[in-house]
């Protein structure tokens, strides 16, 4: 698999349950970044989790980074209907400026 | 709560023709950068910017692309003679630092090329 990338590729869950997606890399690290974008708008950042941290928290949001495995997790619990949206993760290559973007996951919260 | 902001949001032109994305970085960032999301695709890297010179390019950033930061707040991503395949949303971001810290995108710019 490529450099950032997300499964599932689509998700579709009821309002109040918790969703979880997934993303692995290939390359080594300085952190790992979650992106959520809604249909046709831009990038908002959600969180930044770097490669000597293994879990971090904002709000409903939970991230876990797992450096041994290359992968990532994130967990937004209670969804709401707004949660709806593309999440992506981006890793930056090793001394590189610049983010490697994966496929993304399409979330649908269903009320 | 500061953001990166684009003009226009969207711009239809002629193949051939020249193009320039503007954006305005978030104020106190050093480093800027330009990325596109061509229709259903994944979000790929093109340029990165810093101190007033290229710091990083990917493959699509050839001849045809160039940027500039023409005063103190701008940030332009030029295509001087436009192809179909580059209609994509065209994304700037800006960040504190190079590395290991948050980039902060814009709404993008959608071109479409006809």
């Known amino acids: 698999s490529q450099q950032g990338e997300e499964d599932p590729q689509a998700l579709s869950i009821q309002e109040g349950e918790n969703a979880t997606m997934n993303c692995s890399y290939k390359?080594?690290?300085?952190?790992l970044q979650w992106y959520r974008q809604n249909s046709g708008r831009g990038l908002v950042h959600l969180i930044l989790i770097r490669s000597n941290e293994r879990e971090k928290h904002s709000g409903r949001l939970r991230v876990t980074l797992d450096t041994s495995k290359k992968s990532s997790s994130l967990l937004i619990t209670a969804s709401r209907a707004a949660d709806t949206a593309s999440y992506f993760c981006a890793t930056d290559d090793w001394g590189a400026q610049k983010l490697v973007f994966g496929q993304g996951t399409r979330l649908t919260i269903n009320p | 709560e500061p953001e990166v902001t684009q003009t226009p949001s969207h711009q239809v032109t002629q193949m051939g023709q020249e193009v320039i994305l503007r954006c305005v970085p978030i104020s106190n960032h050093l480093y800027f950068y330009w990325y596109r999301q061509i229709l259903g695709q994944k979000v790929e890297f093109l340029v990165s910017f810093y101190n007033n010179e290229i710091s990083e390019k990917s493959e699509i950033f050839d001849d045809q692309f160039s940027v500039e930061r023409p005063d103190g707040s701008n940030f332009t991503l030029k295509i001087r003679s436009t192809k179909l395949e580059d209609s994509a949303m065209y994304f700037c971001?800006?960040?504190?630092?190079?590395?290991?810290?948050?980039?902060?995108f814009g709404q993008g710019t959608r071109l479409t090329v006809v």
């Open positions: 971001a800006s960040s504190v630092q190079g590395k290991n810290t948050e980039a902060f």
């Open positions: 390359t080594s690290i300085n952190n």
